[in-house]
């Protein structure tokens, strides 16, 4: 199985900075695409970021210029820092990754179970 650990979200003024981390860990062989995504009360669950395993990047368009999002293949972790926060940025935040847990075996999708980010003076 496989276990994705979010951290780093918390309260924060308008304005302000945080730095997500998300951790994978358990039976991974590789892994593909890691992204982080966001939810709002009442609203459905968007992608805000997400990184290949070669670097490539993709952001929502809300985002861009202010978000950033990296990775460490050696820890198997992602990162989104995110600065000029809003409070419309406010929202559980979540990590997601695709998986192959072994030589020949398909991606699987795997959530974290999600950091709660919010922006409010």
């Known amino acids: 199985q496989v276990q994705l650990v979010e951290s780093g979200g918390g309260l924060v003024q308008p304005g302000g900075s945080l730095r997500l981390s998300c951790a994978a860990s358990g039976s991974i062989f590789s892994i593909d695409t890691m992204g982080w995504y966001r939810q709002a009360p009442g609203k459905q669950r968007d992608l805000v970021a997400a990184i290949t395993r070669g670097g490539s990047t993709n952001y929502a368009d809300s985002v861009k210029g202010r978000f950033t999002i990296s990775r460490d293949n050696a820890k198997n972790t992602v990162y989104l820092q995110m600065n000029s926060l809003k409070p419309e940025d406010t929202a559980v935040y979540y990590c997601?990754?695709?998986?192959?847990?072994?030589?020949?075996?398909?991606?699987?999708?795997?959530w974290g179970q999600g950091t709660q980010v919010t922006v409010s003076s």
């Open positions: 997601n990754a695709d998986v192959q847990t072994g030589w020949g075996t398909f991606l699987n999708g795997y």
